[in-house]
């Protein structure tokens, strides 16, 4: 790969680490099924693998179900480009949620994040483009219930 085709992959994945954040908040469930390759797996603690786009398709859907307004906050982002169609790389994560419905103005009560962690993260470049080929989550913090 020459610096610029590198520069443009590792470019292209942290896109897609942004690009799952906004899915998942707005309940996207199709947007954010095609952000992964067709044999994909997300990976969270508490939760069997989630694997192929039927499963992650099913997730988003029943997430969004329950009705919590959330936001996924990243940071740190890196990625590396390992091949021309392979790609690490991670980022940090903190999530707020509320179930609760807005006031008047459209806003909730601010709660602590749910989790601050961390995503592993492995891309794979196929005909669509660059995907996710696994994304694993491991918490650092979470609030004790």
Request: aromatic share 8%; net charge negative.
């Amino acid at each position: 790969m020459t610096p610029i085709e590198r520069m443009l992959a590792e470019r292209e994945c942290e896109k897609l680490q942004v690009a799952y954040t906004l899915t998942a908040d707005r309940g996207d469930a199709d947007g954010f099924t095609a952000l992964f390759a067709e044999d994909a797996s997300i990976i969270i603690p508490e939760y069997p693998p989630f694997t192929g786009h039927a499963a992650i398709h099913a997730s988003l859907v029943a997430l969004a179900g329950t009705g919590m307004t959330m936001r996924h906050v990243i940071t740190n982002q890196h990625v590396t480009a390992t091949g021309p169609d392979t790609a690490e790389g991670g980022c940090y994560l903190i999530v707020f949620n509320n179930p609760d419905p807005a006031d008047a103005n459209g806003i909730r009560d601010v709660r602590l994040p749910s989790t601050v962690g961390e995503y592993a993260d492995r891309f794979i470049r196929n005909a669509a483009g660059w995907r996710f080929r696994e994304r694993r989550l491991t918490r650092v913090f979470r609030p004790r219930v």
